[in-house]
């Protein structure tokens, strides 16, 4: 079958090629894969930013999003059968989207909203799964709060948005001058463009900020939270207590206490709380949001979509940073 691979770490790698079809486990789906997407994540992995806490042996195939059809399943899985219209972001140690057949543990796996195309759904799972572990689980945000989602016109900065106003919260975002009235139809209720504004002059007394972007943005929105304000950020820096969860050797504990010590200790001084989310797959969340979908409180938002042939040319348009929404790998 055809994948896109890299045979090591590096900006520019990766190639179209074929690969073993995969083995299916007790408890595995295989799913032909129709559909998948490109996240910054790919991009990250592809140049071993991620190799202390990922660390893969290659060839690899990349892609952490799917959607797609049952074609075989393991004996035990309960819950789905050949045939069946799925979609996943793929256990961690086990990525590989980016292929016209994956298998993925039943566990991860939900049903595909019945309203939307295979691109759709492909394009939801990472960035939904993102969006829900940030400010549902973790902030647990809450009717009439105030929460910042940093470049709302981003594919998780999407789907925050619209999950946000959901839950009923107040939402500020930052994008750019172009995208100012498109995160606005989204939902946002006040949009900072940040080549005329500084974020950090303009709002304050917040109780949520969801950060993925630089360090820089990230120790400034400190000055927009109040005090008992979280600052949860998905580009990092990793935390002692992420280290911790994750089962980390010593010396990786120690490396991410270093790397986030800066901004625990300026969070603490304010008492406010830091953390850290590397989002991870999980179906139960994933079914909830296609409830999410199907009732059209959420809705996909797609940039453009590309061939799996051109997955390399979709990897470098992510890396611009431009894209508004999701970047679709269209596989059948």
Do not use: C
Request: proline letters at 5%; aromatic letters at 6%; charged letters at 20%.
């Amino acid at each position: 079958m055809k994948a896109f691979s890299i045979d090591r770490y590096g900006k520019s790698t990766g190639r179209i090629g074929e690969i073993a079809e995969p083995s299916v486990g007790a408890h595995d789906v295989l799913i032909q894969v129709h559909a998948s997407s490109v996240n910054m994540l790919d991009s990250k992995i592809r140049t071993g930013e991620f190799k202390l806490l990922l660390p893969y042996s290659f060839p690899l195939t990349l892609g952490n999003d799917l959607a797609g059809v049952v074609v075989r399943v393991g004996a035990a899985v309960k819950r789905f059968k050949p045939g069946d219209e799925v979609y996943a972001r793929p256990p961690e140690d086990r990525i590989g989207t980016f292929a016209e057949m994956i298998a993925v543990n039943e566990n991860a796996l939900a049903s595909k909203p019945a309203n939307i195309s295979m691109s759709e759904a492909a394009s939801l799972p990472l960035v939904a799964l993102t969006a829900w572990q940030v400010l549902v689980e973790t902030a647990q945000l809450k009717k009439g709060q105030k929460v910042l989602i940093h470049a709302g016109a981003g594919g998780v900065g999407t789907l925050a948005i619209q999950l946000s106003k959901h839950l009923g919260a107040v939402v500020a975002t930052t994008t750019s001058t172009p995208n100012v009235e498109w995160v606005k139809a989204l939902g946002a209720d006040v949009v900072i463009d940040y080549k005329q504004q500084d974020f950090d002059s303009v709002l304050s007394d917040y109780d949520v900020v969801l950060n993925s972007l630089g360090a820089d943005v990230l120790a400034k929105s400190l000055k927009v939270l109040k005090p008992g304000g979280q600052l949860i950020s998905i580009s990092g820096p990793p935390t002692p207590q992420f280290a911790q969860e994750r089962g980390a050797p010593w010396a990786i504990k120690q490396v991410m206490r270093l790397l986030s010590l800066s901004i625990r200790r300026k969070a603490r001084k304010l008492g406010i709380s830091y953390a850290f989310v590397f989002m991870r797959a999980d179906g139960a969340q994933l079914q909830e949001i296609t409830q999410l979908v199907e009732s059209g409180v959420l809705r996909p938002v797609i940039d453009r979509t590309y061939a799996l042939e051109s997955t390399a040319e979709a990897l470098r348009y992510i890396e611009q940073g431009r894209s508004k929404g999701k970047v679709v790998i269209q596989v059948i």
